[in-house]
């Protein structure tokens, strides 16, 4: 099994050559501007893509311009620099209708330089009235894909040749370490908490805020058990991310929460509850991690006590109302004070993301929770919940049937949660649920029934008419 981060493809290019349009191709959403106006795409975009060989994360970089107006848009221009530096496989993308320029050329040469593998994507086939392959060839790329991202052109071969070229890294492998992931804003104490749960000085710790650039890693073992520690970047709020190397620590710290089991979401107890903690907290929930809020530099507290943390607690545990599941704790690096018990919490979070549920169990309680709150609904079209099962674990995953769920209002299935999490736990670990309903299955297994028939009777016909 692979223990490797998810591989990072970054496409790169001049200014309205197609980037954000191929990124949405690629991610299967409208997730990334598109817009005729070159120079729409001012800040990197970021997805993870899965599929049946594999995960990646994809990245959709600023255009780059001949002629920068402002220094602004110069410094936007030094982001290939690090999406070369951070990429595992460079897209660069050309409008297949403008020739090769000289700019063109010194871009290749800079990427190829890298030594990384490098696809020219040749984009809006469609609208080249000559395609003079020969002046694309002089950018030294070998490997050459032709696309039209509207007319949806040329994406499957785009996709397959990404996975032949990264390492294939499976979002859903099975590995025997725990992975966690020390996340927050810059200067919060990551480095030093890091430090001294891997008991030697692995990152260098400084008192200047965004030391430490690119995720640090080590092993740990506790009780028989590996624990491999990620440290990452400190996050900025938008306004204040730096151009440059910076915003890619930013994607190097998605892609830690990506690959970790287990994050751990620093706050320096000077400095709490900002709107970046709680958006760090959303993002972390929505890859389905495991959460342990940790409140660090706790021994700088002047004339702290008992009294002054159960009075801190309920504030936090507001600010993060969403999580009310997530376990907090006030830790100081330099004391040591708390630092043990993280690692009983990454233990008992880790059992807790494994762990099934029968399915007696689960209906049991399903069915309490529909005798004590039926799930409202519009006239003779109330949801119905049948039966529920659990299909996943690491984070746990319910699929519940049912019929007019597409009614089920989601304050109903915040309900539902909280009574699974009161019958069974799954303290620190987000748990998922899926809703299937049993009309919309059926009429879809008998229209692919009826197609299959179709496809057979026709070819039936073939056989005779022959």
Partial sequence: MSNRKLPIVAIVGRANAGKSSIFNRLVGRQDAIVAREAGTTRDS??????NREGSYILVDTAGLKDDPQDDFEASIQDQVDDAIASA????LMKDSTEDATQDD??????ILKSGKPVVLVLNKIDLAEHFPLE?????GIKDIIQTSAEHNQGIGRLSHAIMERIPHVSAKAIDDRIKVALIGRPNAGKSYLFNTLAGKQQAMVANIAGTTRDVNRIDVKYHGKTIE???TAGVRRKGKIEQGIERFSVLRTISAIEEADICLLLM???ELNTSLDTKLAGEIIKAGKGLIIVVSKWDSVIGKDAYTRDALAPIITRTFDFAPWAPLIFTSSTTGQNVAKIYDLIMSINSERHRTITTSQLNDCLHRAIMRHKPAGLKNTHPRLRYVVQTDVNPPWFVIYGSNLKYLHWSYKRYLETQFRENFGFNGTPIKFS??????LKSNRERLAAGKDAIDNKSG??????
Avoid at 45 to 50: A, C, K, Q, T
Avoid at 88 to 91: K, N, P, R
Avoid at 105 to 110: S, Y
Avoid at 461 to 466: A, G, M, Q, S
């Fill in 45 to 50: 975009i970021y997805r993870r893509i899965d």
């Fill in 88 to 91: 595992d496989l460079i897209l």
């Fill in 105 to 110: 050329r010194e871009l290749a040469k800079r």
């Fill in 135 to 139: 002046n694309f060839l002089r950018l």
């Fill in 229 to 231: 520690l990620l440290d």
């Fill in 268 to 270: 320096d107890v000077n």
């Fill in 435 to 440: 809703f299937r309903d049993e009309k919309q």
């Fill in 461 to 466: 016909t073939n056989k005779i008419n022959l």
